[in-house]
């Protein structure tokens, strides 16, 4: 049994209402989601969250992609392949469905204007405060190195990533929480210190289940675990076929024994819309051998028509740049808005 906080139950609590408001009022809500761009976008970031960024999109919620670049060095000591994976983020989006017209995509390094509402957010958080967030922990162990500012001080430039825009949802994973915490803390006490310019957003939970990568483990670009969207049909064959199984040839989906046989399951349920006991009775006792076809079969058909839309975007550079600089022009206007209001609230007006 997982044991949940107080602080979890009253965030899936508000997250469950706002789910249930947002066909009905999708003009009340401005939501952001971003990515770093570390590398290429896989299946789990898909089901996880592209898919619902489209559907929120086409319900008629103003929606806003970042590509969070300045995140990339908050654990690492390199910018190698960070334009390249940035326009390769911007295909999977638009082959996704992110309609650029409606959804603005852009990266944070080029709105000056957003970057800089970490001055007076940094006054509105303490050292222990920062110290305390989990994620910010965990990561930094992950990372091997030492604790930089800037890893201590993300969650922060998270909020400024959210409000400069006034986002109020922000769809996350249960680890993200904190952040969310935090950003309405900086902006309670923004409000209260110089007068109302930011809503107090909300983390909304998806009830998604956590997609697998190939081992057992979370699909991850670290892990090598992963299928990314834009591989070839053989790429994802071949990563399939080398994939650990074990050696009981009956199929079941169990996922505690069976890491490996249950995260191809899982997969390919999510790639037909099937269970994955489904599956596993019809495999029978064909082995994993024929489970790994099965799976293959299923997301290389899945990903065809997403793939076809992309290799459109590959050869269409130009198309793509546009997309980003169309997006980073709307969205440094929104934040040049936002820091007016800021600097008026202050008395930082000469
Ligand atoms: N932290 C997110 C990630 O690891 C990316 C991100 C940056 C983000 N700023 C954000 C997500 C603001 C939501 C809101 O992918």
């Given at each position: ?22 066909p009905e009022h999708p003009d009340k809500y ?121 890893l201590l001080t993300y969650p922060v430039h ?128 064909g082995g994993s051998g024929q489970l790994k ?58």
């Open positions: 049994m997982t044991e949940y906080s107080d602080t979890f139950l009253a965030s899936k609590k508000r997250s469950d209402a706002i789910r249930a408001d947002l401005i939501m952001l989601t971003g990515d770093r761009p570390t590398g290429r976008l896989h299946l789990g970031h898909y089901f996880g969250s592209i898919q619902h960024r489209v559907q929120y999109q086409n319900m008629g919620i103003q929606c806003y992609v970042l590509i969070a670049d300045y995140q990339v060095i908050t654990d690492r000591d390199t910018t190698e392949h960070i334009q390249d994976n940035v326009y390769n983020m911007v295909m999977d989006y638009l082959a996704a469905g992110i309609d650029p017209e409606k959804t603005p995509i852009y990266v944070h390094s080029a709105v000056p204007a957003c970057n800089q509402l970490m001055l007076p957010f940094l006054s509105l958080v303490t050292e222990a405060e920062l110290e305390r967030n989990p994620t910010v922990k965990a990561e930094q162990e992950a990372s091997g190195h030492a604790l930089t500012g800037l998270q909020a400024c990533d959210i409000l400069f825009c006034k986002g109020n949802i922000v769809p996350v994973g249960k680890d993200q929480l904190p952040h969310i915490e935090l950003t309405r803390q900086i902006a309670r006490r923004f409000n209260e210190r110089y007068g109302k310019v930011f809503p107090e957003p909300e983390g909304i939970l998806s009830d998604a289940i956590e997609i697998p990568g190939l081992d057992g483990r979370k699909m991850s670009k670290s892990y090598g675990n992963s299928i990314k969207l834009g591989d070839t049909p053989e790429q994802t064959a071949k990563l399939i076929k080398k994939s650990k199984t074990d050696s009981d040839r009956h199929i079941t989906f169990d996922k505690e024994n069976r890491p490996g046989v249950s995260a191809l399951l899982t997969t390919a349920a999510l790639c037909t819309g099937r269970t994955e006991e489904d599956i596993a009775a019809e495999i029978g006792d076809k099965y799976v293959t079969e299923s997301v290389n058909a899945f990903l065809a028509p997403h793939r076809e839309r992309r290799a459109q975007f590959e050869n269409d550079l130009d198309y793509v740049k546009d997309v980003l600089h169309e997006g980073n022009k709307k969205m440094n206007a929104i934040a040049e808005q936002t820091l007016g209001e800021v600097r008026e609230a202050m008395g930082m007006v000469y």
